[in-house]
């Protein structure tokens, strides 16, 4: 079954501090993304990576950045963060090949900037 | 732009009722879609996907939906609900070609009354 690893549950930060949030997945899929999820918004697509290295921005990628150095590792990093980045955050894989395939979702880092 | 829309953002059913949720999307090209469900606490899983052939298609825990092209919309739907079915249902869309990317719906919150 696949496994997608979000490092933390829960995280509190301050405003204007530098946020790494870490996702790792065990199935040696080429796809990975980053969305955030708010009640009555569902989920928004920050960014997503389809190869390592490679990244596009989604729908709401201002203030955030992303790092794909290895396959299995996809990091979402808010710059400077602020209170409206307070959220909850989720991570997705999926594999490419044999047409579009579902993503599997992490447990979600639920993320309270003050 | 692409969007897709579920116009029930809570519903309240009680136990043996029959539910359906609309989903309704804006592309036009082809697309694959799919129904996840996000139970309290838990991260988002895959509840059932369309990706060609026989427009019902039936996923996990009884539930099916049934995709109609002519009206672009994909409406879950369960004869009879459980009080375990209480989560919140994310209907998402993606096209066969060209992007990545995943448009999720805001999501539908289900309570079902024991």
């Known amino acids: 079954d696949v496994k997608v690893t979000q490092s933390s549950r829960y995280l509190v930060k301050r405003t204007g501090e530098k946020v790494f949030l870490e996702c790792v997945q065990d199935?040696?899929?080429?796809?990975m993304f980053w969305y955030r999820q708010d009640p009555g918004l569902g989920l928004r697509l920050i960014y997503f990576?389809?190869?390592?290295?490679?990244?596009e921005k989604g729908d709401i990628p201002e203030g955030y950045s992303v790092s794909r150095e290895k396959k299995e590792r996809f990091s979402l990093i808010l710059e400077s963060a602020s209170t409206n980045q307070t959220s909850m955050y989720l991570c997705?894989?999926?594999?490419?090949?044999?047409?579009?395939?579902?993503?599997?979702f992490g447990d979600g880092t639920r993320l309270s900037i003050l | 732009a692409q969007s897709v829309s579920q116009h029930n953002h809570h519903v309240i059913l009680s136990e043996a009722a029959s539910l359906e949720l609309g989903c309704n999307y804006s592309?036009?090209?082809?697309?694959?879609l799919f129904w996840y469900v996000q139970y309290p606490g838990q991260h988002l899983q895959l509840l059932l996907k369309?990706?060609?052939?026989?427009?019902l298609v039936k996923g996990i825990k009884g539930f099916e939906a049934e995709f109609i092209k002519s009206k672009f919309s994909f409406n879950l739907r369960k004869p009879s609900v459980q009080w375990s079915d209480t989560a919140e249902y994310f209907c998402a869309v993606i096209r066969t070609s060209g992007t990545y990317k995943y448009i999720f719906g805001t999501g539908t919150r289900l309570k079902v009354l024991a």
């Open positions: 592309y036009g090209g082809t697309v694959n």
């Open positions: 990576s389809y190869d390592v290295k490679m990244k």
């Open positions: 199935m040696d899929h080429e796809n």
């Open positions: 997705a894989s999926s594999p490419t090949g044999q047409g579009v395939q579902p993503q599997h």
């Open positions: 369309y990706f060609s052939g026989d427009p």
